[in-house]
């Protein structure tokens, strides 16, 4: 009779019959290693369970991503009774939130753009104007401006192409809406390769600049990039 190990078992096969006898664990198989592994994951997820609750609310805010579960953290908060450091992660916590959701309308915006139905070549002939209706369609729908719907076209464009790193850390809350508005901007009617190198310059500071002195820094890095064509 032949025997094939099978896990924690062994295997007989005898005259065209089979059948499977299981031994118990000794020291230094497979099942204790695997055991001992997973008891010490178990045990290391819940000393990191211990430090998170052990820290303060405001601290917890701080790192996290913006995420459903940050607003609804947020949301289940009393402000009143919340200290100081509290309410101002909350402030910071809520722009995340904020950016994430901006990230999401642009790049839906430019989805929309690249539909069959919102691109008539004949309108433009008619028109004497754009063939594309996007801008129109989210006008009507969010009762905001015109020029305000194209500037999120335009937007979502940029952040999910020729931008998309910037367009990442808006989503992940890195950077805010007033920010990214000014890497699209600034680079919209640059070449490709100038906007890309410019983002690559500038993003990575992004996050502790102001919009005015991001786009102080976007023009100096265009100089340095394309002397010729800023």
Do not use: H
């Amino acid at each position: 009779m032949a025997q094939e190990l099978v896990g924690g078992a062994a295997r007989g096969e005898d005259e065209g019959s089979s059948r499977v006898q299981f031994w118990p664990a000794e020291p230094g198989s497979v099942r204790v290693l695997l055991a001992s592994q997973r008891s010490g994951l178990e045990a290391a997820l819940s000393a990191m369970v211990a430090v998170w609750e052990a820290l303060p609310e405001a601290a917890r805010l701080a790192q996290m991503l913006p995420t459903p579960a940050l607003m609804t953290r947020i949301l289940a908060l009393d402000l009143d009774e919340a200290d100081d450091a509290t309410l101002v992660e909350v402030a910071a916590a809520a722009r995340r939130v904020q950016a994430a959701a901006q990230e999401t309308l642009t790049r839906a915006a430019a989805i929309l753009a690249e539909r069959s139905a919102m691109n008539q070549p004949a309108l433009a002939l008619v028109t004497g104007g754009e063939a594309c209706t996007a801008g129109d369609e989210l006008s009507i729908r969010l009762t905001a401006p015109r020029y305000e719907c194209l500037s999120l076209v335009r937007q979502g464009i940029m952040l999910t192409t020729i931008l998309a790193k910037t367009g990442t850390a808006l989503r992940l809350g890195r950077i805010d809406v007033a920010k990214a508005k000014a890497m699209v901007d600034a680079l919209y009617e640059v070449p490709w390769q100038a906007a890309m190198a410019v983002e690559d310059l500038v993003l990575p500071r992004a996050a502790g600049r102001t919009p005015q002195q991001l786009r102080r820094d976007i023009s100096k890095a265009l100089i340095s990039v394309d002397p010729d064509g800023a």
